[in-house]
């Protein structure tokens, strides 16, 4: 049985400098077959965030998939944000916005919520789900769990104040349900949260 770690909403500029000793050391002691990292690596991505989240991330074990949130995007320079929204993650954490990780067991297909129009929300396109549908059909079987990975979330805790669902959910559960997916990660919220998909009324 396959062991997999998701960590996510780092935010390194606020991060609580005694967390990452211990943290580092228990996801190194877990020995996981695979690390997650669900975005928000940075509070405000700069350059300086960025280096300290690229090195935390170069002392986890490997594999690892990794995926921006909306606080990798750049706030308050516009010009940055509207043009160049993820130049800087690419540059310093990972060119790749949709990693994919394949063995005997799972198969996990993670996609970029994070959009330069929104500050707090995320949403996926039909092109991005249509590809993760894809990935699945021709690289994976019934035999592997099938995991999707998003920054923004596809169900909130009933109340919670102040976040949504991600866009685009009610096509991608619906697409995803046909090929099979058994769990979806994100983060986004700060919290932890466990659901179902029962709010989709998926046949």
Not at 149 to 162: C, E, K, M, N, S
């Amino acid at each position: 049985m396959r062991t997999v770690i998701q960590i996510s909403d780092l935010h390194f500029g606020t991060i609580l400098e005694p967390t990452i000793e211990p943290l580092v050391r228990h996801i190194s002691a877990l020995a996981p077959d695979l690390v997650i990292t669900s975005g928000d690596l940075t509070q405000r991505a700069r350059r300086d965030q960025f280096t300290d989240a690229k090195n935390f991330l170069a002392r986890l074990p490997e594999p690892q998939m990794v995926i921006p949130g909306n606080h990798d995007v750049p706030a308050y320079n516009l010009w940055r944000r509207l043009m160049e929204p993820l130049d800087r993650y690419k540059k310093m954490i990972t060119p790749d916005l949709c990693p994919t990780f394949f063995d005997d067991e799972i198969a996990v297909v993670a996609l970029n919520s994070a959009r330069a129009l929104v500050i707090k929300g995320g949403s996926l396109s039909e092109k991005q789900v249509n590809w993760a549908v894809e990935q699945f059909e021709k690289r994976s079987s019934s035999d592997q769990v099938r995991i999707v990975v998003a920054h923004h979330p596809f169900d909130i805790p009933p109340r919670l104040q102040g976040v949504d669902i991600i866009g685009g959910a009610e096509y991608a559960i619906h697409r995803f349900a046909q090929c099979g997916v058994d769990l979806f990660l994100g983060g986004h919220l700060h919290l932890v949260y466990v659901s179902s998909t029962a709010r989709y009324k998926v046949p």
